[in-house]
T-cell receptor, first 113, second 116 residues
Framework: GENVEQHPSTLSVQEGDSAVIKCTYSDSASNYFPWYKQELGKRPQLIIDIRSNVGEKKDQRIAVTLNKTAKHFSLHITETQPEDSAVYFCAASIGTGGFKTIFGAGTRLFVKA | GAVVSQHPSWVICKSGTSVKIECRSLDFQATTMFWYRQFPKQSLMLMATSNEGSKATYEQGVEKDKFLINHASLTLSTLTVTSAHPEDSSFYIC????????????FGDGTRLSIL
């Protein structure tokens, strides 16, 4: 089955700096890669996603890149703000058989003011 | 946007009690819903895929007799933790997609279950 690895587990940056979180997946059939932000005790919120026919996607300060050959995908947050502090999860989804989503272990991002 | 409602948000009960958690898609139909378990400071672990009108598909290591899933309609899935024990204490969260592949999952608010 699919396995998603995520690094780093903890990331601390200064306000205004960039943050990068990297993930790898094992199943080449995965074709949808969402990123979620989860604040303490709350539901995961989708922040950006990318499909396997696209290499890069950007939404304001957030961008995601996908390298299908290497089975890598990354989240880039620029000009970080204290309110970006949260846990971020990458995920991989296979679009067949019920399109279940497997999550990475999460990255706890701290943005210091 | 798509909304998933999950109830109750918090349950505290005695060991041996069975607890039912409901997950509803409010403004869309969900043929498939997913149940996750999340321990403190850990990731979301997929427990099972809930299929409308058929049996749930459980992930390896998840006891189907302990975690009963029913998906009776296109907008409702329930998870029943049977004869709960303290080790079942966790954050349980459901999600649903809007029916097609390559679409984001929408999550409920989660249920914090504490077994005394």
């Amino acid at each position: 089955g699919e396995n998603v690895e995520q690094h780093p587990s903890t990331l601390s940056v200064q306000e205004g700096d960039s943050a990068v979180i990297k993930c790898t997946y094992s199943d080449s059939a995965s074709n949808y890669f969402p990123w979620y932000k989860q604040e303490l005790g709350k539901r995961p919120q989708l922040i950006i996603d990318i499909r396997s026919n696209v290499g890069e996607k950007k939404d304001q300060r957030i961008a995601v890149t996908l390298n299908k050959t290497a089975k890598h995908f990354s989240l880039h947050i620029t000009e970080t703000q204290p309110e970006d502090s949260a846990v971020y999860f990458c995920a991989a989804s296979i679009g067949t058989g019920g399109f279940k989503t497997i999550f990475g272990a999460g990255t706890r991002l701290f943005v210091k003011a | 946007g798509a909304v998933v409602s999950q109830h109750p948000s918090w349950v505290i009960c005695k060991s041996g009690t069975s607890v039912k958690i409901e997950c509803r898609s409010l403004d869309f139909q969900a043929t498939t819903m997913f149940w996750y378990r999340q321990f403190p400071k850990q990731s979301l672990m997929l427990m099972a895929t809930s299929n409308e009108g058929s049996k749930a598909t459980y992930e390896q290591g998840v006891e189907k007799d302990k975690f009963l899933i029913n998906h009776a309609s296109l907008t409702l899935s329930t998870l029943t933790v049977t004869s709960a024990h303290p080790e079942d204490s966790s954050f349980y969260i459901c999600s649903a997609g809007e029916g097609t592949a390559n679409q984001p999952q929408h999550f409920g608010d989660g249920t914090r279950l504490s077994i005394l």
